[in-house]
């Protein structure tokens, strides 16, 4: 599992769980500030709810005011009723998080500018550093090892907490507030302290392979990032294959990830979603490129969106998935507005592929294994399609 330190989770979600945005789970399935179609002025969901063991918006919202009449935390009060629910991705965010969450939606992020993936045995890499970046100024280059985070060693941690850690997550650390590094090259141990900053990211990146195909890689679905790639799959060499990677990417706006998938779909459908038992449906936009070979990389860390945009390619037999299962996250959240500003994420429905496989607990099976060896198995499949 990778990534980069930046979409980490506020401290406030799901009982101090670690999951991902990218890294920790804030960008949920697309309902943040109401990103799915027909969900923006849906009332308060009643006793007919889909999803199992949530937390009703009503309650939340109840508990809220109760404790502000009370002169108590209705933040808190919110934080206990969405526990009790056991609603696994319920979150509840102060309106600063919500502010920062919906920033990180468009790009934006603190933090120092590393992208980290967990080796085999524990250790914690570098695997990237953005440019003009507080790493980039320190001299820290990919393929370091990173030993500890202030203090606090890393190796056995989950990529998420690593992240959350460099951000500063646990103690709302704001840009401008330090985090001191340990780090190994070679023979080499040293410490830097860094200061958090206030940084941007490209999503989307693009690349061509060896062989002429074009890689693709959406590091997550934040705004925008839709219609990037479908301008990078315009711009592609006639007759080259893509492989879309997808590996990391914890998801993002449900709505980018259709606008992407519209890029190798004429239409049609992309998946079904229930909102308090109210199926709708997302559908591509006609005029995609259905003749280029395609594969598509997933992991363990390929969540929500991500694993939205691989069913349908899957399923419509558009795409051959390599890489390992999925982390299966289909649950489509809302928010609530409490009365002291703040916002409660609480589950709302589930979604589905186009062939109504369940995504939620149960992830996407690629249709050819493979780990270290994903991205050379992908350009060998993209060879044999292109025959």
Same mark, same amino acid.
């Given at each position: 599992?990778?990534?980069?330190?930046?979409f980490?989770?506020?401290?406030?979600?799901?009982?101090?769980?670690?999951?991902?945005?990218?890294?920790?789970?804030?960008v949920?399935?697309?309902?943040?500030?109401?990103?799915?179609p027909?969900?923006?002025r849906?009332?308060a969901?009643?006793?007919?709810?889909?999803?199992?063991?949530?937390?009703?918006p009503?309650?939340?919202t109840?508990?809220?005011?109760e404790?502000?009449?009370?002169?108590?935390?209705?933040?808190?009060?919110?934080?206990?009723?969405?526990?009790?629910?056991?609603?696994?991705?319920?979150?509840?965010?102060?309106e600063?998080?919500?502010e920062?969450?919906?920033?990180?939606?468009?790009?934006a992020?603190?933090?120092?500018?590393?992208?980290?993936?967990?080796?085999?045995?524990?250790?914690?890499?570098?695997?990237?550093v953005?440019?003009?970046?507080?790493?980039?100024a320190?001299?820290?280059?990919?393929?370091?090892?990173?030993?500890?985070i202030?203090?606090?060693?890393v190796?056995?941690?989950?990529?998420?907490?690593?992240?959350?850690?460099?951000?500063?997550?646990?103690?709302?650390?704001?840009?401008?507030t330090?985090?001191?590094?340990?780090?190994?090259?070679?023979?080499?141990?040293?410490?830097?302290?860094?200061?958090?900053?206030?940084?941007?990211?490209? %999503?989307? *990146?693009?690349? /061509? +392979?060896?062989? =002429?195909?074009?890689?693709?890689?959406?590091? !997550?679905?934040?705004? &925008? $990032?839709?219609?990037?790639?479908?301008a990078?799959?315009?711009k592609?060499p006639?007759?080259?294959?893509?492989?879309?990677?997808?590996?990391?990417?914890?998801?993002?706006l449900?709505?980018?990830?259709?606008?992407?998938?519209?890029?190798?779909?004429?239409?049609?459908?992309?998946?079904?979603?229930?909102v308090?038992?109210?199926?709708?449906?997302?559908?591509?936009?006609?005029?995609?490129?259905?003749?280029?070979?395609?594969?598509?990389?997933?992991?363990?860390? %390929?969540? *929500?969106?991500? /694993? +939205?945009?691989? =069913?349908?390619l899957?399923?419509?037999?558009? !795409?051959?998935?390599? &890489? $390992?299962?999925?982390?299966?996250?289909?649950?489509?959240?809302?928010?609530t507005?409490?009365?002291?500003?703040?916002?409660?994420?609480?589950?709302?429905?589930?979604?589905?592929?186009?062939?109504?496989?369940?995504v939620d607990?149960?992830?996407?099976?690629?249709?050819?294994?493979?780990?270290?060896?994903?991205?050379?198995?992908?350009?060998?499949?993209?060879t044999?399609?292109?025959?």
């Amino acid at each position: 599992m990778s990534g980069r330190d930046l979409f980490c989770q506020p401290r406030r979600m799901r009982r101090g769980a670690a999951l991902t945005l990218l890294f920790a789970s804030v960008v949920v399935t697309g309902a943040a500030t109401g990103s799915l179609p027909g969900t923006e002025r849906r009332p308060a969901p009643g006793p007919s709810r889909t999803a199992a063991s949530v937390a009703r918006p009503d309650e939340v919202t109840e508990a809220a005011v109760e404790a502000m009449a009370d002169g108590k935390s209705p933040l808190e009060a919110a934080e206990r009723a969405v526990s009790r629910s056991g609603d696994r991705w319920g979150a509840v965010y102060s309106e600063g998080e919500y502010e920062e969450f919906e920033e990180t939606l468009d790009g934006a992020y603190t933090g120092v500018g590393l992208g980290a993936r967990r080796e085999r045995g524990g250790r914690i890499e570098v695997t990237e550093v953005a440019a003009g970046s507080p790493a980039d100024a320190a001299g820290i280059r990919a393929g370091d090892r990173l030993r500890s985070i202030d203090g606090r060693a890393v190796d056995g941690r989950p990529v998420t907490e690593v992240v959350s850690l460099l951000r500063g997550d646990a103690t709302d650390a704001p840009a401008g507030t330090t985090v001191r590094l340990g780090l190994e090259r070679g023979t080499r141990e040293w410490d830097v302290t860094l200061r958090r900053a206030r940084l941007s990211t490209d %999503t989307v *990146s693009v690349r /061509e +392979l060896p062989e =002429g195909d074009t890689l693709i890689k959406i590091g !997550a679905f934040t705004r &925008g $990032s839709g219609d990037t790639v479908r301008a990078a799959v315009r711009k592609a060499p006639r007759g080259a294959g893509i492989v879309l990677d997808l590996r990391g990417n914890p998801g993002g706006l449900v709505t980018e990830a259709v606008t992407a998938a519209s890029a190798f779909l004429d239409g049609g459908l992309v998946a079904t979603y229930d909102v308090d038992g109210d199926q709708q449906a997302l559908h591509a936009e006609l005029g995609g490129d259905t003749e280029r070979p395609l594969v598509a990389l997933v992991d363990g860390g %390929t969540m *929500s969106a991500a /694993e +939205l945009l691989t =069913g349908a390619l899957q399923d419509r037999g558009r !795409a051959v998935v390599v &890489g $390992s299962r999925t982390f299966g996250k289909g649950s489509v959240q809302m928010p609530t507005r409490l009365p002291d500003g703040s916002v409660a994420e609480l589950t709302v429905g589930h979604y589905r592929t186009p062939s109504g496989r369940a995504v939620d607990g149960h992830g996407i099976t690629p249709d050819l294994e493979a780990d270290e060896d994903a991205l050379p198995r992908a350009e060998t499949v993209l060879t044999g399609l292109g025959d």
